[in-house]
């Protein structure tokens, strides 16, 4: 009982210290908020914090002014991540929450820094819907959405002749909004859907039938409307069912690098997919890579450390432009400065964020190499297509997001 | 054959090749249930402990396989033969420290010892390997597929099936027909009693438990080449498993095969008719069974 008393000493004395540290020093402190233990953990989580930070400390290196980056694991618990965002406004003085990969943990904490006038930069948020019906003046979508995703490889697709589709798809929103998406998208381009199967999330490991049951309907194009492991199981099972020797293609709509390389090369030859980053795009994305490597640890730098690096600079960037004191008392005022100004990073290049809030970024329909063409482990893909930025996001006028003015 | 077919698709209202190749996939998942709720079985019919931590050792089973790979050069063959042993012997090690301290309490203790264990072991295993899964491939001897005319049979998928029904049917032989099994069950029975004849009961139990531990490890190599090899894999599976092992009966050795293959089927059947519910349906077997026969199809009151 008196280790309890201590230790609740203590905590006031530390909760004391820091908030004195505060009022001397103040560096400028910002939170990512991702999924560190979860099944996202890995497209995002330790990688999206690598991103921030390298940032940050470019952005301290050029400025002298003092930039703190904090991570939090929102456990893809919507209650957690709102707890966690809570905490950071109103204790620890965090200005801006980072990353928010789950749609739905992102809206949460969408709403409490509106009421809170801060900022979020959702790199991991893929959903439309944050930039749409529920955006917020205080958000920002920086790195994907799931039309971007449906368009690119819908699109393309169709383009290439592949016009009959089967839609595979996991049983819930994100799965249902991505199949939809992709539906339009194939259709208007002349192609026809020929059927679905939903299959139970996230019970399910074989996939086998559904792919049978797929092959039976005889579509040119399986679309696969899942993510991550399902998606893996997905694509391994119908290699392993010899669905692609039959003619028939997979078309992968959330696919990212980390799924190419835990699936590798041999299995994973030849499919395409979308995404608004690799590091392999160009000197300016090799040099990033090369910069953050050492953060990394051994993974890959994917989308999200690509976004969150690209999100937190130009959030810094608007901070300076602004004064640090106005900065902090308004949320709303960033990131309508971050609208103002044009973004330019080395990332994604230059560019420049809507009134809704989404980044205008091109979409990269990229394809997976043959082992005999790869030179290293995190060489896995080459580029096929590019769609334009201002044509790779849903109209403005289509998104329904009221504080826009139309 | 011809009518016979014909009279097939009258009465199921679906194409004969589209039925037959979900019955067969249904009894290839039925061989991954069988093998998982046998190794269940047996720890709970001699141990009375309910293994939670099964999936997450059908988990290891997976990821020992992949290290045996990379880190040793040493193929699938191999894991076969070595996983089971390596982390049967966890299991050993595991049942010593922790889980022979809780024989004399109520089950539930048992149940969140080996739960919290299993939480912990994954944990681990997402930390030190990501979330998002390694490659592993299907062994070169078992590549390819046949045609049968109504669906292309992967080979190594026939192999997954024959390997369980031989396991299956080993270990129900070892335990219904062999003088080991015999000191096994009569330990069940009356431990005491037992040790009185001179049988060293409790190392019996241990090694029971390795040996269940062990048939999660293969389930876990036989699954690495066809499922992602994650740190998660094994808890999807678990709660399927822990529902074909009650519809059984718990600790029914023959009970839990049977029931394994035969809700393989029921579910490959739902993936024609109903796929959303496909899920559901053994749960919703579970609950009828239960109602009607509290000691499980198979087991006894």
Redesign the interface.
């Known amino acids: 009982m008196t280790l309890h008393r201590r230790d609740l000493l203590l905590a006031g004395a530390g909760l004391a210290v820091s908030g004195r540290a505060r009022a001397q020093a103040a560096p400028l402190r910002l939170g990512v908020l991702t999924d560190m233990?979860?099944?996202?953990?890995?497209?995002t989580g330790p990688g999206s914090f690598a991103g921030a930070r390298q940032a940050a400390e470019e952005f301290s290196a050029a400025t002298g002014i003092a930039v703190e980056v904090i991570v939090g694991d929102h456990q893809n618990k919507p209650d957690v991540g709102a707890n966690i965002a809570r905490q950071w406004f109103d204790r620890e003085g965090v200005e801006a929450v980072i990353d928010l990969p789950n749609s739905a943990v992102a809206l949460a904490v969408s709403g409490i820094a509106r009421e809170k006038n801060k900022v979020v930069l959702g790199s991991g948020v893929g959903s439309t819907v944050f930039t749409g019906a529920q955006c917020s003046p205080n958000s920002i979508q920086y790195t994907y959405d799931t039309y971007m995703l449906a368009k690119g490889t819908g699109d393309a697709l169709v383009k290439q002749g592949a016009d009959s589709w089967y839609f595979i798809t996991a049983?819930y929103a994100f799965g249902h909004a991505l199949q939809a998406d992709t539906t339009r998208f194939v259709e208007a381009a002349g192609g026809k859907v020929l059927g679905s199967?939903?299959?139970?999330f996230?019970?399910?490991?074989?996939f086998?039938?559904?792919l049978?049951?797929a092959q039976?309907a005889r579509p040119k194009v399986i679309g696969l409307a899942n993510a991550?492991?399902d998606l893996?199981?997905c694509i391994?099972?119908a290699r392993?069912?010899?669905l692609m020797r039959g003619g028939v293609k997979l078309a992968c709509l959330l696919m990212t690098v980390?799924?190419t390389?835990?699936?590798?090369l041999?299995?994973a030859q030849g499919l395409l997919m979308t995404e608004s980053f690799y590091w392999d795009l160009n000197d300016r994305t090799r040099a990033f890579a090369e910069r953050v490597k050492s953060k990394r640890q051994g993974?890959v730098v994917h989308a999200s450390c690509a976004g969150c690096y690209g999100a937190t600079l130009h959030y810094l960037k608007a901070v300076k432009d602004l004064g640090l004191e106005r900065a902090r008392a308004s949320g709303l005022e960033v990131v309508e400065r971050m609208k103002a100004m044009p973004t330019d990073d080395d990332c994604f290049g230059p560019g420049r964020i809507r009134e809704d809030g989404r980044k205008l970024t091109p979409g990269y329909l990229f394809q997976v190499k043959s082992p005999a063409e790869s030179r290293g482990p995190f060489d896995v893909h080459k580029l096929v297509a590019t769609t334009p930025a201002e044509e790779a996001a849903r109209p403005l006028a289509e998104g329904g997001c009221p504080f826009v003015r139309s | 054959m011809d009518s016979f077919l014909d009279l097939i698709e009258t009465i199921s209202g679906r194409?004969a090749?589209?039925l037959f190749?979900?019955l067969l996939?249904?009894l290839?998942?039925g061989a991954f249930y069988a093998m998982m709720s046998l190794g269940l079985a047996v720890i709970f019919g001699l141990l009375n402990i309910i293994n939670f931590t099964h999936g997450a050792q059908f988990m290891m089973g997976a990821f020992a396989a992949w290290m045996l790979l990379e880190w040793a050069g040493l193929n699938y063959w191999w894991a076969l033969v070595l996983v089971p042993i390596v982390i049967g012997f966890t299991g050993v090690v595991m049942e010593r420290l922790m889980i022979s301290r809780l024989y004399k309490l109520d089950h539930l203790y048992g149940l969140l010892l080996t739960f919290g264990l299993g939480l912990i072991i994954e944990?681990v295993f997402?930390?030190q390997f990501?979330?998002?899964?390694?490659?592993y491939?299907?062994p070169d001897q078992l590549q390819g597929?046949w045609d049968l005319g109504f669906?292309?049979l992967?080979v190594?998928?026939g192999w997954v099936v024959i390997a369980a029904l031989i396991l299956c049917l080993a270990t129900w032989l070892v335990i219904e027909k062999t003088r080991l099994g015999a000191y096994l069950r009569a330990a069940t029975e009356n431990a005491p009693l037992v040790q009185a004849f001179g049988v060293n009961v409790p190392r019996m139990v241990t090694l029971t438990y390795g040996f269940g531990v062990a048939l999660a490890a293969i389930g876990g190599v036989l699954a690495a080449p066809?499922?992602?090899v994650?740190p998660?894999?094994g808890t999807?599976?678990i709660?399927?498993v822990f529902a074909v092992v009650v519809i059984g009966g718990m600790g029914s050795i023959l009970g839990s095969i049977i029931t394994g293959f035969g809700l393989g089927i029921v579910e490959?059947l739902t993936?024609?008719y109903y796929?959303?519910?496909?899920?559901?349906v053994i749960f919703v077997i579970m609950a009828i069974v239960l109602l009607a026969r509290p000691a499980g199809l198979f087991g006894r009151a």
């Open positions: 233990s979860g099944p996202y953990r890995d497209l049983d199967a939903r299959y139970p996230p019970a399910t490991t074989d086998s039938s559904f049978l049951g039976s991550g492991a893996v199981n391994k099972q392993e069912f010899g980390v799924d390389i835990s699936l590798g041999p299995e993974g | 194409p090749p589209l190749g979900q996939l249904g290839i998942n944990g997402r930390n990501g979330s998002s899964g390694l490659p491939r299907i597929a669906m292309f992967p190594y998928r066809i499922y992602s994650n998660q894999m999807n599976l709660i399927v490959g993936k024609v796929p959303e519910a496909s899920a559901t």
